[in-house]
């Protein structure tokens, strides 16, 4: 399979180390593209819910596969989230092209850019960080309940349902909650002066323009790859929503060893340069 030139990739939401992640489908996306940035925007690692008994290889690969992107020279922009909130202490660290940030600006063709995980505007996050962590287990939990069901719907030619989705449709204050979050994120962005503002955290992928009194902006949201497996494009000036579909990327695909580790990686993923890299820096 040819892979796409893209200029920025943002995924958001990964959640890896949790039941309800979708690894082996990003790994074939990552594998499909062929981007001069990345922007992993928060909750790529699902520290809150980390746990050693459950940590399949597909998880590793895609770790692997960000390395590799990197050793080719990729500029990765790791975006903190509250996921993974323990990484925010080494915000600004570096590491080749591989960057550690809590927010970011881009500009991106004469127009600036502002990436954040935007769990700022979460007040949960804010004031009962406990009670978001006891909801982030039974989300994982209502997934992974989500797939058995689908398995057995699939097994009788049954179209696939998402318990999330109708839950979320049918609690008012969850589709305010989403309204208030690209509001906010809007405002704020028109206030910096900013062309364009990304977040991720609500794992609800959009792209629309929101107009205020003071100004407009082009909102987006690269949603996540728990349930709607989706991401972030711009290329040619545009950016546009990629939406995974299983058709896209045949069984002839998948046998040619598209899930395989038999890339040379040594070659490219020297340890000895990274620990030159990591000595570099600290040097500095």
């Not at 949790?18 to 909750?43: F, M, Q, R, V």
């Not at 692997?64 to 990765?76: C, D, H």
């Not at 902006?217 to 990629?242: K, M, P």
Request: net charge negative.
């Amino acid at each position: 399979m040819d892979k796409r030139n893209v200029d920025v990739v943002v995924i958001s939401d990964v959640h890896l180390g949790t039941y309800g992640c979708h690894a082996k489908e990003l790994l074939k996306y990552l594998k499909s593209i062929k981007p001069k940035t990345l922007i992993l925007n928060g909750d790529i690692i699902d520290i809150w819910q980390f746990s050693k008994s459950y940590w399949p290889e597909s998880h590793m690969k895609v770790i692997r596969k960000l390395m590799k992107f990197v050793s080719e020279g990729v500029q990765v922009h790791y975006l903190t989230g509250n996921h993974d909130e323990m990484l925010r202490k080494f915000d600004g660290m570096e590491m080749g092209t591989f960057h550690l940030q809590n927010k970011l600006i881009l500009e991106l063709d004469g127009k600036k850019a502002w990436f954040f995980h935007g769990d700022v505007f979460d007040v949960t996050m804010q004031h009962s960080k406990w009670l978001a962590k006891l909801g982030a287990v039974g989300y994982d939990t209502l997934i992974l309940i989500n797939s058995f069901v689908n398995w057995v719907l699939t097994a009788f030619g049954r179209e696939k349902m998402s318990f999330s989705k109708k839950i979320k449709a049918k609690f008012k204050d969850a589709v305010k909650f989403i309204n208030s979050f690209e509001q906010t994120a809007a405002e704020l962005a028109i206030e910096k002066g900013y062309h364009y503002v990304v977040c991720g955290h609500i794992h609800q992928a959009e792209q629309r323009e929101i107009a205020t009194e003071d100004g407009k902006v082009t909102y987006l949201n690269s949603g996540d790859w728990v349930e709607n497996l989706t991401a972030l494009e711009y290329q040619d000036q545009n950016w546009t929503v990629f939406k995974y579909e299983h058709q896209h990327f045949t069984k002839d695909e998948l046998d040619e060893g598209l899930l395989s580790d038999a890339e040379d990686l040594k070659s490219k993923l020297d340890i000895n340069i990274l620990l030159q890299n990591i000595k570099y820096e600290i040097a500095q």
